[in-house]
């Protein structure tokens, strides 16, 4: 067993680690990094990234489809492996390219998950690590699952590795993740059962807009088990029975031929032995942080998806990592804004928000303006034929802000972030009225939007 003291131990190389670790070193700091999985972390290996490479394809099998008739005669011919190939052209060469990066940024490089021994000491593989300054960007993975087959079922992170699509699946779970899984997968064309635990899919979005599409979604083939849960899987002559069970305990079971786990995902704190160091959690297992990303303890900090702040998404763990990082070897404290924040979920067509939601629009004592409005029928869905598009913007009303924005239709994952700037920097809506896009693009509806 080895000793080695750092200035600085940051267990976890995703985008948020890597940021903290390379700031660390350029301010002149001694720097160890060790990750358990490979370097990369979630959004370039098992997340964002290869997930837009399949959406893309998707994307365009889909366009193709909702023109078929408009001068389009036949669809696209598509071969699975020959995606998966250029999938990995992004994925494959991101563990080694990143710890190269942190070698020669002059960091050390350790591949083990780490646990602390004490609240400055890390133990993995048989050697022990103290750092003066501990930094732990862990991420989250799948959720572990207890029913009966539930070792039979792939994760969303083994979707993306998939050798064949299949020509039928069961989706178990309805929220960012379990959207895009199936309406990637069925736009490319496999049959797709989506089981959600709520009254609509995507429940972290506006109610009205998620409803919108799973009627879309109905209408073009795609099967919804609502307010359900699968309570079972078995393996059936090569195949699969799911058992659904309802909330009213009436069950149902699908043959299928494969079953994808994307029923929420948990912080990776389980190997860290946190209890050793005495660092707090919540009851989700998160780690407790300030607004400093600082924890319990004075010397140990966290950031991204394993803390209790922000939304699970890489830009918000960027973020928190640069304020992490100024705050440390800048001696530059500056707050961790995260509100508003853009989310965006890569369903077809898409679903984004950012702002204010129907429920704190609801609950709000302002003056609070709604502007909603199903939109298929405006140019930009139309010359695409989109099977359906809609917005809701909040705007308040004495002070001439929008305050919310939740879309729904081809460019939404484009068009948020003009709204987000328009609530971030407060413009004021007479403002955007005057103001000329280009047309006929997303932008240019906004005008016609706060008017709706």
């Not at 890390?122 to 993975?141: D, N, P, Q, Y």
């Not at 079922?153 to 993306?160: G, K, N, P, R, V």
């Not at 199936?182 to 490319?188: C, F, G, N, R, V």
């Not at 007479?430 to 240019?444: H, N, Q």
Request: proline share 6%; hydrophobic share 40%; aromatic share 6%.
């Amino acid at each position: 067993m080895s000793d080695k003291q750092y200035d600085v131990l940051v267990v976890g190389a995703g985008s948020a680690g890597q940021s903290v670790a390379t700031a660390a070193a350029r301010a002149g700091r001694s720097v160890a990094m060790t990750e358990g999985r490979a370097y990369g972390g979630t959004c370039p290996l098992r997340g964002c990234d290869p997930k837009l490479v399949l959406h893309a394809a998707a994307e365009a099998v889909h366009r193709v489809q909702r023109l078929s008739g408009k001068g389009f005669t036949a669809a696209p011919g598509f071969h699975w492996p020959d995606l998966m190939a250029w999938k990995r052209s992004f994925t494959e060469p991101m563990p080694e390219k990143a710890r190269t990066a942190m070698r020669e940024a002059g960091i050390d490089v350790y591949d083990d998950y780490a646990s602390f021994v004490d609240d400055h000491t890390l133990s993995f593989g048989g050697v022990h690590l103290r750092g003066k300054t501990i930094v732990l960007a862990t991420g989250m993975r799948p959720a572990p699952l207890d029913f009966p087959g539930h070792e039979h079922m792939l994760t969303s992170d083994e979707f993306l590795d998939l050798e064949e699509l299949p020509d039928e699946m069961v989706v178990v779970g309805a929220g960012y993740i379990g959207t895009e899984v199936a309406h990637i997968s069925h736009a490319l064309g496999c049959r797709v059962t989506v089981v959600a635990s709520g009254p609509v899919p995507l429940e972290k979005f506006d109610p009205d807009l998620t409803d919108l599409l799973r009627q879309a979604d109905e209408d073009r083939g795609m099967t919804y088990h609502l307010n359900s849960r699968a309570v079972a899987v078995r393996p059936d002559d090569g195949r699969f029975v799911v058992t659904i069970e309802d909330a009213g305990g009436r069950r149902t079971e699908i043959r299928t031929d494969r079953v994808i786990h994307c029923a929420g995902r948990v912080p990776n704190t389980d190997r860290l032995n946190l209890e050793a160091a005495g660092i707090n959690t919540d009851d989700q297992g998160r780690i407790k942080v300030n607004d400093q990303l600082q924890t319990n303890l004075a010397h140990v900090y966290a950031v991204g998806d394993c803390t209790n702040v922000g939304l699970p998404l890489t830009p918000v763990a960027g973020h928190a990592a640069s304020v992490l990082s100024d705050h440390l070897f800048k001696v530059k404290d500056r707050p961790l804004e995260l509100h508003p924040t853009p989310t965006v979920a890569f369903a077809l067509p898409g679903m984004a928000a950012v702002g204010m939601t129907a429920a704190e629009a609801a609950a709000s004592p302002r003056n609070i303006g709604v502007h909603y409005k199903v939109s298929t029928d405006w140019f930009h869905p139309r010359h695409r034929n989109a099977a359906v598009s809609a917005f809701k913007l909040f705007t308040d009303d004495d002070r001439g802000v929008v305050v919310g924005a939740h879309l729904l239709g081809p460019d939404a994952s484009e068009l948020i972030n003009l709204l987000y700037v328009a609530i971030r920097q407060e413009i004021p809506i007479r403002e955007l009225k005057r103001m000329v896009f280009a047309y006929p693009t997303a932008a240019s509806m906004i005008p016609s939007m706060i008017d709706g």
